[in-house]
T-cell receptor, first 115, second 113 residues
């Protein structure tokens, strides 16, 4: 069971370039999330999705777009990369039982550097 | 303003002794709290959680305590092992809010043999 898989693992971009980060989960989870981790700041939520075809903004959504066309995939896009978006990006997924919150399961991250 | 804070960036403990990691929060709407463990170059791994209706939850060597009046939670690891050396994040979520997590900044635990 692969769990949550993120591709690519590393990427270097130039300012102004665009790219898409892919997240795939095989646990049939309803909810999916994108976070960024910066030194000393923990993980901050960028966008999330509560189901196929739905997305919502998190704490730091500016400069990012997302899409959830299939239940198992959640894409994070950078339209015009900026050096401030240099970070480690984590995708996560979770069940929704309707009876309270559930732990999220994380991928191993994408390290993105923007020059 | 950070709603979840871990005021100790690092902690060093001798193998076999107790490790106590602390976390404070300000949002009174949080009702579910979690601890994650993170090794370098890996994603966070879920460790243990506690609902606001409880004040203690145990899982093997790991115990989480919740003090709602003080808006404080702690993770106790007994006995500590060298393999426990990692960064520990506490996180919190509100009921009916998309299961979104708010994370603290993390505490790096070093367990010395």
């Amino acid at each position: 069971n692969a769990g949550v898989t993120q591709t690519p693992k590393f990427r270097v971009l130039k300012t102004g370039q665009s790219m898409t980060l892919l997240c795939a989960q095989d646990m049939n989870h309803e909810y999916m999330y994108w976070y960024r981790q910066d030194p000393g700041m923990g993980l901050r939520l960028i966008h999330y999705s509560v189901g196929e075809g739905t997305t919502a903004k998190g704490e730091v959504p500016d400069g990012y777009n997302v899409s959830r066309l299939k239940k198992q995939n959640f894409l994070l896009g950078l339209e015009s990369a900026a050096p401030s978006q240099t970070s480690v990006y984590f995708c996560a997924s979770s069940y929704w039982t309707g009876q309270g919150n559930q732990p999220q399961h994380f991928g191993d991250g994408t390290r993105l550097s923007i020059l | 303003d950070q709603q979840v804070k871990q005021n100790s960036p690092s902690l060093s403990v001798q193998e076999g002794r107790i490790s106590i990691l602390n976390c404070d929060y300000t949002n009174s709407m949080f009702d579910y709290f979690l601890w994650y463990k993170k090794y370098p170059a890996e994603g966070p791994t879920f460790l243990i959680s506690i609902s606001s209706i409880k004040d203690k939850n145990e899982d093997g060597r790991f115990t989480v305590f919740l003090n709602k009046s003080a808006k404080h939670l702690s993770l106790h690891i007994v006995p500590s092992q060298p393999g426990d050396s990692a960064v520990y994040f506490c996180a919190a979520s509100e009921k009916n809010a998309g299961n979104m997590l708010t994370f603290g900044g993390g505490t790096r635990l070093m367990v010395k043999p």
